[in-house]
């Protein structure tokens, strides 16, 4: 549910970094829902802010004056990047069940597009072709998802379409 409520806020689309496009780590940390879900302490719930203040920092000064194309490609480059810091440092903050379950509000919040990321790749011992079947797969959705929004029309009822296509892509 905190992932689910995390995307309801944004909208239900994609940050465009972190774990796939989906949400950074950073943004899963310092969020209120995804806090109360890892029922963390106030000295941890600190920490971890402190952490995704640290990284949101460095991501906005290192795009300010990019436009475009090349803004994106580095926020989708230091997103991993940071998503990587993110999660050692907040690894030495949580208990060993928060960290896990955290990586899993990640994956559910990522949706389909979890499946290319390299730790989970891993952890489902994906051969290369089931990756670059994925690709393939996440491809084709991207595509027909930004279908939904095009012409503009009426976003809640995008919106709910986006979210049927996303189960079904699932």
């Known amino acids: 549910a905190p992932a689910w409520a995390h995307q309801q806020r944004r909208g239900g689309g994609g940050f465009g970094g972190g774990p796939g496009r989906g949400a950074g780590v950073a943004m899963l940390l310092s969020n209120a829902s995804v806090q109360?879900?890892?029922?963390?302490?106030?000295a941890q719930k600190s920490k971890l802010t402190a952490i995704a203040d640290k990284a949101r920092e460095k991501i906005r000064s290192a795009t300010e004056g990019l436009d475009g194309q090349?803004?994106?490609?580095?926020?989708?480059?230091?997103?991993?990047e940071a998503d990587g810091h993110a999660i050692k440092e907040a690894a030495d903050v949580l208990k060993p069940e928060q960290l896990t379950r955290l990586h899993e509000i990640r994956?559910?919040?990522?949706?389909?597009?979890?499946?290319?990321?390299?730790?989970?790749?891993?952890?489902?011992n994906l051969t290369s072709e089931q990756k670059s079947a994925v690709?393939?797969?996440?491809?084709a959705s991207n595509s027909e998802l930004r279908g939904l929004f095009q012409g503009g029309g009426d976003r809640e009822a995008a919106a709910a379409k986006m979210r049927d296509h996303r189960k079904a892509t699932l």
């Open 107 to 124: 994956y559910q919040v990522a949706g389909p597009a979890a499946f290319e990321t390299e730790d989970l790749q891993k952890k489902l």
């Open 70 to 80: 090349e803004r994106m490609a580095k926020l989708r480059e230091l997103s991993r």
């Open 135 to 139: 690709e393939g797969i996440i491809t």
């Open 36 to 42: 109360d879900e890892l029922k963390l302490d106030g």
